[in-house]
């Protein structure tokens, strides 16, 4: 599926991105807006959590692993402590299946390779498509 069939299903999802890399925040928005996603984008994990606490919502969290402040996997624990259960994707430069499953058991729904690609978001959006 293209970016273009995406923007012609008359869905527009909502991706919160949370990394610490000024230049990936960029690229990933740059990419979702391609694929017309409404984009925002944090630093770090509290920041992820501040926003789900004054009532934001997103449809989409990308979570980078590693953050100051508070990283992927304790954000992702609190933001799932708090009920959100919206599609969490961490996001990371590692590679490996010891870290991936780390991250991945503190809840998120996938795991992927950073910087995202144009097949990776195809991916994600098929997915939010079947939730939605």
């Not at 299903?9 to 990936?24: A, E, H, M, N, P």
């Not at 959100?84 to 430069?93: C, D, E, L, Q, R």
């Amino acid at each position: 599926m293209t970016s273009k069939n995406f923007l012609t299903l008359g869905q527009t999802f909502s991706v919160l991105i949370v990394d610490d890399d000024k230049i990936i925040r960029r690229i990933h928005k740059v990419l979702l807006n391609k694929f017309g996603c409404e984009s925002h984008a944090v630093e770090n994990g509290k920041e992820a959590v501040d926003l789900y606490v004054s009532g934001k919502h997103f449809d989409l969290i990308l979570m980078d692993k590693e953050m100051p402040v508070m990283d992927g996997p304790k954000a992702t624990r609190e933001l799932r402590a708090m009920g959100v259960n919206n599609m969490i994707v961490g996001v990371t430069s590692q590679g490996l299946d010891s870290e991936k499953q780390a991250f991945t058991e503190a809840g998120l729904d996938y795991c992927v390779q950073k910087p995202l690609t144009s097949e990776t978001i195809t991916s994600l959006l098929k997915e939010l498509v079947k939730k939605y």
